[in-house]
């Protein structure tokens, strides 16, 4: 597969992530194969009633991207009024840039490659 601007700055994303590390999460790939999709794991935060967990999720990345957001489901049981029964997480930072067609959002709210 030929290397895309998009498939180049996750393969740097990913490995800033293993050089400097983010307290509370860890990433792979979930296909050595496929810089597209990660496995990640939330660690819960202490004095939050998700201390002690560990918290699985699958980040799909558009073929776009920066310009469009990921997607994110969680693969562990989580229960949050942002995600959704099947894992799948909904807030604004990760809906497509612009203005909500339902006017819920701010375009501010929302995805933006220069964030």
């Not at 296909?31 to 560990?54: H, K, L, Q, R």
């Not at 073929?63 to 994110?72: C, F, H, K, L």
Request: with cysteine.
């Amino acid at each position: 597969m030929a290397a895309t601007q998009a498939s180049l700055l996750l393969q740097k994303q990913l490995t800033d992530l293993y050089k400097t590390p983010v307290d509370g999460f860890s990433a792979g790939l979930v296909d050595e194969s496929n810089v597209f999709e990660w496995s990640v794991t939330i660690m819960g935060p202490a004095d939050t009633p998700y201390e002690g967990g560990f918290f699985n999720a699958i980040m799909s990345f558009p073929s776009n991207y920066p310009n469009s957001p990921p997607t994110v489901r969680f693969t562990s049981e989580m229960w949050h009024p942002n995600v959704y029964s099947d894992g799948k997480v909904c807030i604004s930072i990760l809906h497509a840039p612009g203005d909500d067609p339902n006017g819920y959002e701010l375009a501010s709210e929302r995805w933006s490659p220069y964030s």
